[in-house]
């Protein structure tokens, strides 16, 4: 099957400070890969949509000087948080598209869990 | 814009049938995916519709209207592992697209 892998799956930072997520797909090509934002019991917040070798798509309301996003090969994106403050911390979960068509399916990784103190 | 809507909690006993319904209204319509979200882990794909009627997969079967803006998942034979949020979501406005809109989830409980 597909497997999308996060990394970290878990990070503790101090204010200020800038953290780097990594979306890696494993055994397919991700032509896109979308960045999500889960705060506690709400749904997931698409924030940027990434297609390789290209700028990201943000969405509205999201600051795309603050969460840079790269999407620099076809099995991996990476989103950095600059500058993080504490209202920054949620669960940053990535997917990823297949290049080719698979039910149309995103496959989802297995989310980043960001604290920022 | 989008709008999707379903119930915020459920709860069903084991072994019995529950279904967890979603309506949307959308500027347009590609397709309709149902997740499972365990807590604090990914969302993992249970279902996709795009065309009228039902789809079944084993204890899991999902339905879609389009004209009236209605999907429902229906799970048979629940089990303690069920309990989860479902997701229902929404792809993008436009056929080449890839987006999805996320309603808020159920969360489910199943009761022994």
């Known amino acids: 099957g597909a497997v999308v892998s996060q990394h970290p799956s878990r990070v503790i930072c101090k204010s200020g400070t800038s953290v780097k997520i990594e979306c890696r797909s494993l055994?397919?090509?991700?032509?896109?890969m979308f960045w999500y934002r889960q705060f506690p019991k709400k749904s997931l917040m698409l924030m940027a949509t990434?297609?390789?070798?290209?700028?990201?798509?943000?969405e509205q309301g999201v600051e795309k000087d603050k969460f840079l996003i790269n999407h620099a090969s076809l099995t991996l994106s990476t989103l950095t948080v600059t500058s993080a403050h504490p209202e920054d911390s949620s669960f940053y979960i990535c997917?990823?598209?297949?290049?080719?068509?698979?039910?149309?399916?995103?496959?989802f990784g297995p989310g980043t869990r960001l604290t920022v103190l | 814009g989008q709008n999707i809507d379903q119930p915020t909690e459920m709860t069903a006993t084991e072994g019995a049938i529950v279904q967890i319904n979603c309506t949307y209204q959308?500027?347009?319509?590609?397709?309709l995916f149902w997740y499972q979200q365990h807590a604090g882990e990914a969302p993992t794909f249970l279902s996709y519709?795009?065309?009228?009627g039902l789809e079944e997969k084993g204890r899991f079967s999902s339905f879609l209207s389009r004209s009236k803006g209605y999907s429902y998942l229906l799970l048979k034979e629940l089990q303690m592992k069920d309990s989860a949020s479902y997701l229902c979501?929404?792809?993008?406005?436009?056929?080449?697209?890839?987006?999805?809109?996320f309603g808020k989830g159920t969360k489910l409980s199943v009761i022994p």
């Open positions: 997917s990823a598209k297949p290049r080719r068509e698979l039910r149309n399916e995103q496959f």
């Open positions: 055994d397919f090509q991700a032509t896109t």
């Open positions: 990434s297609n390789e070798g290209s700028k990201a798509t943000y």
């Open positions: 959308t500027s347009g319509f590609n397709g």
């Open positions: 519709n795009v065309l009228d």
């Open positions: 979501a929404v792809r993008g406005e436009k056929a080449g697209s890839y987006q999805l809109t």
